[in-house]
């Protein structure tokens, strides 16, 4: 299987300010990204997918994604303790339909 | 709608005993996956289904495992016999690829503690 690599953290950020969260794969024929967050003792809960290289913006979440470089990320602006969570880098399986998830990075926002 | 539905969402045995874990996707979706997550290793697919039909188990850990289903609004995930490494939080997950969405909404896990 692909691997999906992201740093465990934890990320600590005060709030308001922006948290960047990172995630590499292996892969070169993904085609398809997203990002999951969990919250502790829940499920993960699709944030955010990308499928082309750039910067896509949806409320304080931008994911960017550089297919060269094998690179995505995740840009939460004016982090608030209520994005306080584990955020799950997740990418298609083979072309196909199922996700390979990297392990999560810890996100702890400080009032 | 419920969204996808798991039972139990809690189940403690002993080791050589029999887990039978179940879900119920959303209506209508088309593929139906079923992960485990632990903390040493995360958050791995098991094995998915489209339309009821099995399409990849290479992730099912042994032949302890096995999983069904046998209509559109029924999956089961069974083990036999369990392990205490089996201990971990198993996720089934469902997507409507027919619409052309990608989104898998996950159910809310059963947490499973094998002793």
């Known amino acids: 299987q692909k691997e999906v690599e992201q740093n465990s953290g934890p990320l600590s950020v005060p709030e308001g300010a922006i948290a960047s969260l990172n995630c590499t794969y292996s892969?070169?024929?993904?085609?398809?990204f997203f990002w999951y967050r969990q919250y502790s003792g829940k499920s993960p809960e699709l944030i955010m997918s990308?499928?082309?290289?750039g910067d896509k913006e949806d409320g304080r979440f931008t994911a960017q994604l550089n297919k060269a470089s094998q690179y995505v990320s995740l840009l939460i602006r004016d982090s608030q303790p209520s994005d306080s969570a584990t955020y799950l880098c997740?990418?298609?399986?083979?072309?196909?339909?199922?996700?390979?998830f990297g392990k999560g990075t810890s996100l702890l926002v400080t009032p | 709608d419920a969204g996808v539905i798991q039972s139990p969402r809690h189940e403690v045995t002993e080791m050589g005993q029999e887990v039978t874990l179940r879900c119920k996707p959303i209506?209508?979706?088309?593929?139906l996956f079923w992960y485990r997550q632990t903390m040493m290793r995360g958050l791995e697919l098991l094995i998915y289904?489209?339309?009821?039909?099995?399409?990849?188990d290479s992730g099912m850990p042994e032949d302890r495992f096995s999983a069904k289903m046998p209509n559109a609004s029924f999956s089961t995930l069974k083990i036999q016999p369990s392990e205490p490494r089996d201990s971990a939080v198993y996720f089934c997950?469902?997507?409507?690829?027919?619409?052309?969405?990608?989104?898998?909404?996950f159910g809310p896990g059963t947490r499973l503690t094998v002793l």
């Open positions: 997950a469902s997507s409507d690829r027919t619409s052309g969405g990608n989104e898998q909404f």
């Open positions: 892969d070169r024929v993904s085609q398809s």
């Open positions: 990308i499928y082309s290289n």
């Open positions: 997740a990418v298609f399986i083979n072309s196909g339909y199922a996700l390979n």
């Open positions: 209506s209508g979706h088309d593929y």
């Open positions: 289904f489209n339309n009821n039909v099995p399409i990849d």
